[in-house]
């Protein structure tokens, strides 16, 4: 369990109108995501492996662990937005 984490996320837009009722804009988005404490388990790095609570198969039957950690995410989006209004 992550109890201890901050947050950054920051957006901007930025909207031309050409002509009247059309508007072409565009935006970008940044967010990371910061853990303290120790790295936890990047699942979206483990693609195609299977994780598996211990015992899950059996006994003697060890987990399957993703190897790959993170202790922060950063995450960029960008959009392209083209409006006519009626």
């Known amino acids: ?8 996320n920051a957006a901007a837009n930025l909207i ?3 002509v009247r009722d059309l508007d ?4 970008v ?3 990371r995501i910061r853990l303290s404490g120790a790295p936890v388990s990047d699942l979206n790095k483990c693609g195609g492996v299977a994780v598996f609570a211990a015992g899950t198969f059996g006994v003697g039957t060890p987990a399957i662990a993703c190897p790959f950690t993170t202790k922060s995410e950063d995450e960029w989006r960008g959009r392209l937005r083209i409006q006519r209004s009626f």
């Open 1 to 8: 369990m992550v109890r201890d984490w901050n947050m950054i």
């Open 16 to 18: 031309w109108s050409p």
């Open 24 to 27: 072409i804009g565009v935006e």
């Open 29 to 31: 988005t940044y967010d």
